[in-house]
């Protein structure tokens, strides 16, 4: 039985009860009445004869529910009334604790909804990821579509075992543009996903043509209706994907975006017509009918009964079977389930984030402890006489502090309801406001579901133990005698411990905000830092055709200007296919010529052979490429030469890529000086190719005017062309946009910590100065000069700023080097930013303590001794 | 302010005495709770005055035990009231209990003699 039927039925049981006893009570004042009383007297006298109606029905109610149970209600009920007393006090718990289990609330919705939750597909936990292992010399497994299609057919594992790649582009329905995600699928994937068709059908076997690919698209139930107006003749009508005209077949069922977390697609079309779409269809074709071709992404549902293991050991065998026959090394397979988590890459991806996020928060989360605790013990102290009152009747000690825990817990989840809502509401209105195209953004991530609510749970418990069981057995230990005669003489117990959270709460807002001022610090010091190179003087130029040129139009046209470019007419260009420094980055493996063993990942960078000159980057060694893409040369770092031939000149070395069979082979002719490419504070081992036609136009010359010349000669080729420009330094705000991004959310949580702070030290020299009202108010009768009395209080604040300011700047010092790669070479010791942060701190935590010190100040002795 | 307190009959009567009692009157017939605990007053001659507020809770105790069943009905006044009456298994609980009771009774009255004499 469910506890809310169970509930609705005791519920229903009282009230019947409540009935019944009215019924009882009207009798008895009807016999009264006909022996002659009044109603009015009777109906009165048959009440007081009845007796204690409620005790009646509470005790009725504890023979349903055990003793326990009915306590723990009790306790319940108790502590709302307690809470509801003191309004003041519970909102201001209920808004510090919610300060510190809301972030980290919505922090866990983002790794949750990214990372923890799989595919929102029917039954995802008997679907896997099929993943290749790489042999021994591979830098990635290799599954081709052939080797796929084998698995397929064989299997008897999987119920379905589908395959996919990624694409997208412009969509064009009537007259409707839009630019959405999709995916080219094997035309079971639907079928392996258990997804439905809102109206029309999935894709057919004959469908997955290899030799004539079909063009035929599913679109999204959301593409159908907001986009293209819900038509339901639909189905049979064209659309243009990149140009080629696809048949609708079926548009899927409702709120199905596919199964990624971070983006939603709207559009399947067969994985064969990836060929006219993109590219050369016969060259695509004859990659995808290649044995040993490519990396597929491939996942399948598992048969009823049929676990992972066997799963995995059934295609290993396959795989055997099927590389037998081209030869080729089998080296089996991984089965992963769809959480991304499982995904080692991804997992690494955020692991470089997620801690130093996590910590800052589980301090601010500590903070929010102490400071709640501080609260508790406060008001514990203005409660001793009740407290001491129930322990003076019999009640147990255990009975008063469980009373005490339970009015934080309810607090803590009241908080916690609120802490997860603003949380949430915070991370929506965060995405909504960063994401740039909300067409392409996956919506449904950030939804709380039962991972979500046992976090904020949970942290809503610990926050309460921390928060509750200290003060509430500190504020129950002293004797009954003693604290019903007390009037409010100090205790130096509680006053200790809540200096010693006080100086807990100064030493952790001096790490969160030593690591805010560093990352701060960072990005000017990044913006003024050498790169090595003339990134400051150069000018980048984007040239392009307006969307939907076709392919060969636009080939044709930087086949032209670039021809026209290196007539020279114009001040030296060079050619880039990125950026100077940008973390998109081609990775490449290599193999050293003489060197037969362990390939290396180098970063790959395509560039025209003025590069080196434009942008300034000496070249130590040899020449630049030579100024033909068919020439295999390549230029390298040093820090590439370094890694291939730490002994001997590279010049005249081979690099080789590629399978030993399919290899391409390089000469390095040059070796540049080593500059940064990804991003400002890695040097990486490089290699620069040849760059064919188009890419980002490099000049070095800052003035409008260039932009026009080069502007005017692509328009004489074509004359719709589109130029745009902007410094190349761009780059480095760009790199640093990480650093600024992570310095924001750190002055966040360091102010928040700072806030926290500074209140929790108001709150307790208040009160300290609350409680010593009497014995100052006694020194000023007695002559004390105001100046006196505020040097006093200031002075027992002294010890525990100190010792807060000394703790942090060890903790901080100790801390700070985690930050590393995010500083840009600014030392995490960097005196600047410790001293203004102490600075900072000292200031808040003097007028935390001068304003309680004023007050005490302008104590009245006379009306303060009259008060006793 | 309000402390627990551990559930108690707070009548004089010995532990248990309600519930036979309740039982006893109930072997006549089913009684809502007012004229049950009238029965008992007036049967007893007044020297028992069974207070409702301990009637009530005793009535569920017995309910959830299983010796009595409830079911709402109309008193003689015409008005909505709970009848109850004894079950199998509490015309069963009234025999043991009013034979332990009267074994109770013989010792103590037995006590009583021997101090007599």
């Known amino acids: 039985m469910s506890i809310w039927r169970w509930m609705a039925g005791r519920r229903r049981a009282e009230e019947d009860l409540a009935r019944e006893i009215e019924a009882n009570v009207a009798e008895r004042a009807d016999d009264l009445i006909d022996q002659g009383l009044s109603a009015a007297d009777a109906q009165a006298q048959a009440r007081r004869e009845f007796g204690n109606r409620t005790l009646a029905i509470e005790r009725s109610r504890e023979v349903w529910i055990a003793p326990w149970l009915s306590s723990v209600w009790q306790d319940l009920r108790y502590a709302a009334r307690s809470i509801a007393r003191q309004p003041a006090f519970a909102t201001s718990v209920i808004g510090i604790l919610a300060l510190g289990i809301g972030p980290l609330a919505a922090l866990f919705t983002?790794?949750?909804?990214?990372?923890?939750?799989?595919?929102?597909?029917?039954?995802?936990?008997?679907?896997?990821?099929?993943?290749?292992?790489?042999?021994?010399?591979?830098?990635?497994?290799?599954?081709?579509n052939v080797e796929y299609r084998y698995l397929r057919d064989h299997t008897r594992a999987f119920a379905h075992l589908a395959t996919w790649t990624h694409g997208g582009g412009p969509v064009v329905y009537r007259k409707t543009n839009v630019s959405v995600l999709s995916k080219f699928v094997s035309a079971n994937y639907f079928d392996m996903l258990g997804v439905g068709m809102h109206i029309g059908r999935g894709f057919l076997p004959e469908e997955e043509d290899y030799t004539s690919p079909r063009a035929v698209a599913i679109i999204s139930e959301r593409l159908w209706r907001e986009h293209f107006g819900a038509p339901a003749s639909i189905i049979g009508e064209t659309i243009l994907v990149y140009d080629s005209p696809f048949t609708i077949?079926?548009?899927?069922?409702?709120?199905?975006?596919?199964?990624?977390?971070?983006?939603?697609?709207?559009?399947?079309?067969?994985?064969?017509?990836?060929?006219?779409?993109?590219?050369?269809?016969?060259?695509?074709?004859?990659?995808?009918?290649?044995?040993?071709?490519?990396?597929?992404?491939?996942?399948?549902?598992?048969?009823?009964?049929?676990?992972?293991?066997?799963?995995?050991?059934?295609?290993?065998?396959?795989?055997?079977?099927?590389?037998?026959?081209?030869?080729?090394?089998?080296?089996?397979?991984?089965?992963?389930?769809?959480?991304?988590?499982?995904?080692?890459?991804?997992?690494?991806?955020?692991?470089?984030?997620?801690?130093?996020?996590?910590?800052?928060?589980?301090?601010?989360?500590?903070?929010?402890?102490?400071?709640?605790g501080n609260l508790i013990l406060a008001r514990g102290v203005s409660r001793q006489r009740e407290l001491a009152i129930r322990l003076s009747l019999g009640a147990s000690r255990l009975r008063v502090v469980r009373q005490l825990v339970t009015e934080a817990l309810l607090l803590s989840v009241l908080a916690g309801a609120v802490g997860l809502g603003g949380g949430i509401f915070a991370l929506r209105v965060f995405i909504q406001t960063t994401r740039p195209n909300p067409l392409l953004a996956n919506p449904d991530p950030y939804l709380v579901d039962p991972a979500v609510s046992a976090f904020t749970i949970a942290m809503a418990l610990v926050a309460c133990v921390a928060s509750s069981v200290l003060p509430a057995l500190r504020s129950t230990r002293v004797s009954i005698a003693a604290r019903t005669a007390e009037s409010s003489a100090g205790r130096p117990g509680a006053g200790r411990l809540r200096t010693t959270l006080l100086a807990a709460q100064l030493a952790l807002s001096m790490v969160l905000l030593v690591g805010a001022g560093l990352l701060t610090r960072a990005v000017g010091h990044a913006l003024t830092v050498d790169p090595g190179f003339a990134i400051q003087e150069v000018q980048a130029i984007a040239i392009r055709l307006p969307d939907g040129a076709s392919i060969d139009r636009s080939t044709i046209f930087h086949r032209a200007l670039r021809d026209a470019l290196e007539a020279g007419k114009l001040p030296p260009v060079a050619r880039s296919e990125l950026t100077a420094i940008t973390g998109s980055r081609a990775l490449g493996s290599f193999r050293g010529g003489g060197d037969a063993g362990k390939s290396r990942e180098l970063i790959v960078r395509a560039v025209s052979a003025r590069y080196f000159e434009v942008l300034g980057i000496p070249l130590v060694n040899g020449r630049t490429l030579a100024n033909d893409e068919h020439m295999q040369e390549v230029v390298v770092n040093e820090s590439a030469a370094r890694a291939f031939w730490p002994e001997e000149d590279p010049l005249g070395k081979r690099l080789v890529s590629g399978r030993s069979d399919a290899a391409v082979s390089y000469t390095v002719v040059g070796v540049a000086k080593d500059v940064p490419v990804t991003s400002l504070s890695e040097i990486q081992p490089v290699i620069y190719k040849s760059i064919r036609s188009g890419g980002l136009l490099l000049v070095r010359d800052l003035s409008p005017a260039v932009v026009d010349r080069i502007a005017s000669s692509a328009r004489s080729i074509e004359p719709e062309a589109v130029v745009t420009a902007r410094p190349l330094a761009d780059d480095i705000a760009v790199a640093t946009q990480g650093t600024l991004m992570a310095s924001r959310f750190a002055w966040a949580v360091g102010l928040l910590a700072l806030i926290l702070a500074t209140v929790g030290a108001f709150g307790v020299f208040a009160y300290t100065v609350e409680e010593r009202r009497r014995e100052i108010g006694v020194r000023m009768a007695l002559g004390a000069q105001a100046r006196q009395v505020v040097a006093t209080v200031v002075a027992g604040a002294r010890t525990p700023i100190l010792v807060g300011l000394g703790a942090g700047l060890l903790l901080a010092l100790a801390a700070t080097p985690v930050l590393g790669r995010f500083l840009y070479g600014l030392s995490p010791f960097d005196a600047a930013t410790y001293a203004g942060i102490s600075a900072m701190l000292v200031v808040s935590a003097l007028v935390a303590t001068w304003i309680p010190a004023r007050r005490a100040a302008q104590i009245d002795p006379a009306i303060t001794l009259r008060g006793d | 302010m309000y402390m627990p307190m551990p559930p108690s009959d707070r009548s004089d009567l010995f532990p248990g005495a309600l519930e036979m009692m309740v039982l006893q009157t109930l072997r006549r017939g089913p009684l809502h709770g007012y004229a049950l605990a009238q029965a008992i007053k007036q049967a007893s001659d007044e020297l028992v005055h069974v207070e409702e507020g301990s009637l009530y809770p005793a009535l569920q105790r017995m309910l959830k035990a299983g010796w009595l069943s409830a079911a709402w009905s109309t008193s003689a006044r015409n008005r909505q009231v709970r009848t109850y009456k004894l079950t199998a298994a509490g015309r069963k609980q009234l025999e043991r209990k009013v034979s332990a009771f009267e074994r109770l009774l013989s010792g103590i009255a037995k006590v009583m003699k021997a101090q007599e004499s």
């Open chain 1, 110 to 144: 983002m790794f949750n909804g990214s990372l923890l939750r799989p595919w929102p597909v029917r039954d995802p936990s008997s679907i896997a990821i099929v993943k290749p292992i790489p042999g021994p010399r591979e830098q990635f497994g290799s599954l081709s």
């Open chain 1, 249 to 372: 077949v079926g548009v899927a069922q409702n709120g199905f975006f596919d199964v990624e977390t971070d983006s939603r697609r709207d559009l399947w079309m067969p994985r064969p017509s990836l060929a006219l779409v993109f590219g050369d269809p016969d060259q695509n074709l004859k990659m995808l009918a290649d044995p040993r071709g490519g990396s597929n992404a491939v996942a399948g549902r598992l048969a009823p009964g049929v676990t992972r293991a066997a799963a995995k050991a059934e295609l290993d065998v396959l795989s055997g079977q099927f590389r037998r026959t081209i030869p080729m090394d089998a080296h089996g397979f991984t089965l992963r389930s769809t959480r991304p988590i499982s995904d080692r890459n991804v997992l690494s991806n955020q692991l470089s984030i997620l801690p130093a996020a996590i910590g800052a928060l589980a301090l601010v989360m500590l903070l929010v402890c102490a400071n709640v």
